[in-house]
């Protein structure tokens, strides 16, 4: 059984910094891509980043560009959303999602959450300002 767990969020202030983490299991021998997305109240949910399984290709939204970072930690079922200077616009549910035997990650899909299989359950994140 396929499984991703989200975890780390919580509250901070304005220009502080957070550490996501989504653990998954169940991914067998396939290949995969990771992707962050967030929800945040009244609006529509958005791709944060994405990434390969061997960490070679990512992909940010504008929006976070330089001030997150995703990567894959020492072990191997993890990764990892690093957010740093954190605005009040940041604040929302962040969920991790991952695509199984993945087409080549590319510039255009990674944002597409009918990409993804599988979902967790989410982390809320509240910036104050």
């Known amino acids: 059984e396929v499984q991703l767990v989200e975890s780390g969020g919580g509250l901070v202030q304005t220009g502080g910094s957070l550490r996501l983490s989504c653990e998954f299991s169940?991914?067998?021998?396939?290949?995969?891509?990771i992707g962050w997305f967030r929800e945040a109240p009244g609006k529509e949910r958005e791709g944060v980043s994405s990434?390969?399984?061997?960490?070679?290709?990512?992909y940010y939204s504008d929006s976070v560009l330089g001030r997150f970072t995703t990567s894959s930690g020492s072990a191997k079922n993890t990764v990892y959303l690093q957010m740093n200077s954190l605005k009040p616009e940041d604040t929302a549910v962040y969920y991790c999602?991952?695509?199984?035997?993945?087409?080549?990650?590319?510039?255009?899909?990674?944002?597409?959450?009918?990409?993804?299989?599988?979902w967790g359950q989410g982390t809320q994140v509240t910036v104050s300002s």
């Open positions: 990434m390969s399984s061997d960490g070679s290709t990512t």
């Open positions: 169940g991914f067998g021998s396939y290949d995969y891509v």
């Open positions: 999602a991952a695509d199984l035997a993945p087409l080549p990650l590319d510039g255009i899909t990674w944002a597409g959450q009918g990409r993804y299989d599988y």
